[in-house]
């Protein structure tokens, strides 16, 4: 049974501007998938698609082979999980946070689930009962992905989690992710502007420009791009990085 | 008052006139056209109570008490631009506060049933739940724009569209309370509420003027809370698409 798919969709802006237009792809099993593009073609706005977060123009989305139109949006939400480039602390401790999924669902609260997460993103030290906002960017984002992480979902949605996290955070983020979940790991859709990030998580990439779509194995699409338009943003994205 | 008084208060508004005029503020037509309205209005409202006050029968109220709910909904809703059915929503929190006050100061006797009461505390209920849905609803398009993160989070974890804008809900119904509570704790000492400087100027006795002020005063804070918690409750599903997405109002 696939776990998330999309056929056929497409996401005209309201000015008229189309993102994407008819692009298809699925996953089928837990694996980490790249999603690369130019800034502003689309990337974040099909990852909230994805999370029925935002609406699309034309086609469906699939989770476990069945189309959003046959979903509960919560029940959906509850199975493919959003998580921000910002990460946002809602209002109380970090135990508020941790504890956010299970009281709006009125699930038991698995502790030693929760402890086990803070010690794969490095928090183990941490004092659950301090005020949430009060933590640095990149501890807000590693407690983040652990409140999204004790949903249990079938597959994580992520929009540029490390953009702004400093090397230590970004590694630690990245190692909660990969090794997360070992009795039902879920899977992984990255946005990110980090090429090296993309070769390093992802087994698979799809690349979006100018309407177009491609899925390939990751370590294809670097090795050999598959559209000229791919060839340019690597190019352009090396350039960025520098020598 | 006789009427060569109330002519005589005409110099109230040219002495504003000339200010505007010397200093060149450009407002004198406005001022002219505000005089001539609210004489015009306050002279016609003053016929219809009189003609009012002479009923004996309560029914006859009804229908200027929906007219007056009507006018406020429509006036508040004004706070609510892109939030389709927002002004019956508000009609419905205002009547069914309406409809607390009466029935409690009328089943237990605290006012006489006679018109003068029912009009002049009617008019002053609805026009404090008016103001109350007003900063209600300024307050939740506030809250809810800049808590988009928090409530998008929310809804990403599962939430319903009730718990993703209940913190909201809440600090806007609280902040809707304020100005009515800060008004109940200086009642008297920073503002003489206007009702009781009325009563005073009427010729009744202060002791007396004081008793009613109290009533509104207490009246006006369980009618602020009741029209904002109904509401926030009638209203908080217009914030979001029925795919339980979080509308942009801007945008639309």
């Known amino acids: 049974m696939g776990i998330l798919a999309f056929a056929n969709l497409s996401k005209t802006l309201p000015g008229g501007r189309t993102l994407f237009s008819s692009i298809s792809a699925a996953i089928d099993e837990p694996e980490s998938v790249a999603l690369l593009a130019p800034s502003g073609h689309g990337k974040s706005t099909l990852l909230r698609i994805l999370a029925l977060l935002d609406t699309a123009s034309g086609g469906e989305v699939l989770l476990e082979s069945k189309a959003s139109s046959g979903w509960h949006p919560q029940a959906w939400r509850k199975k493919a999980s959003y998580v921000a480039q910002q990460s946002v602390m809602l209002p109380g401790t970090v135990a508020d946070n941790l504890h956010t999924f299970s009281r709006l669902h009125e699930t038991p609260f698995d502790e030693a689930e929760a402890t086990r997460l803070m010690k794969a993103a490095g928090l183990s030290s941490m004092d659950w009962a301090k005020e949430a906002e009060t933590l640095s960017g990149g501890e807000k984002q590693r407690v983040a992905l652990v409140r999204s992480l004790l949903a249990k979902p079938s597959v994580l949605l992520l929009d540029e989690v490390t953009a702004s996290l400093d090397e230590h955070s970004k590694e630690a983020v990245e190692k909660l992710l990969l090794t997360v979940g070992s ?56 350039s960025e990085a520098g020598p | 008052m006789s009427l060569t008084a109330v002519a005589f208060t005409l110099l109230f508004v040219g002495i504003t006139v000339f200010v505007s005029m010397r200093q060149k503020l450009g407002l004198e037509r406005d001022i002219i056209i505000g005089t001539i309205r609210a004489a015009v209005q306050l002279m016609a409202v003053g016929l219809v109570l009189q003609a009012v006050f002479r009923t004996e029968h309560l029914a006859v109220l009804l229908p200027i008490i929906i007219a007056m709910i009507a006018v406020a909904a429509w006036h508040a809703a004004g706070r609510g631009k892109g939030l389709s059915g927002i002004a019956w929503r508000i009609g419905i929190a205002i009547a069914a506060t309406e409809a607390m006050i009466m029935l409690l100061l009328l089943g237990l006797h605290i006012i006489a049933s006679t018109p003068q009461y029912v009009i002049s505390i009617s008019g002053m209920t609805i026009g404090n739940a008016m103001v109350v849905a007003g900063l209600f609803l300024n307050q939740m398009k506030r809250d809810v724009e800049s808590s988009r993160g928090e409530i998008e989070t929310l809804l990403a974890l599962g939430a ?27 009642v008297g000492i920073v503002q003489l509420p206007g009702m009781m400087t009325g009563m005073i100027i009427a010729g009744a006795d202060p002791m007396q003027a004081v008793r009613y002020q109290i009533l509104i005063v ?29 509308r942009r109002l801007g945008n639309e």
């Not at chain 1, 039902?184 to 799809?206: C, F, G, I, N, Y």
């Not at chain 2, 319903?160 to 119904?173: G, H, P």
């Open chain 2, 160 to 186: 319903s569209v009730r718990q993703a804008i209940q913190l909201c809900m809440k600090r806007a119904v609280k902040a809707s309370l304020i100005p009515t509570i800060d008004g109940m704790k200086t």
């Open chain 1, 183 to 238: 009795e039902a790991k879920p899977a992984l859709v990255w946005v990110t502007h980090d090429m090296e990030q993309a070769r390093r998580v992802s087994t698979r990439t799809w690349f979006m420009a100018d309407g177009a779509f491609t899925a390939c194995e990751t370590a294809l699409f670097f090795r050999r791009p598959p559209t000229e338009a791919a060839e340019r943003f690597l190019q352009r994205q090396a």
């Open chain 2, 218 to 246: 207490f009246a006006f804070t369980s009618s602020a809370a009741v029209t904002s918690i109904i509401l926030s409750l009638l209203s908080y599903k217009l914030w979001f698409t029925e795919a339980m997405q979080l």
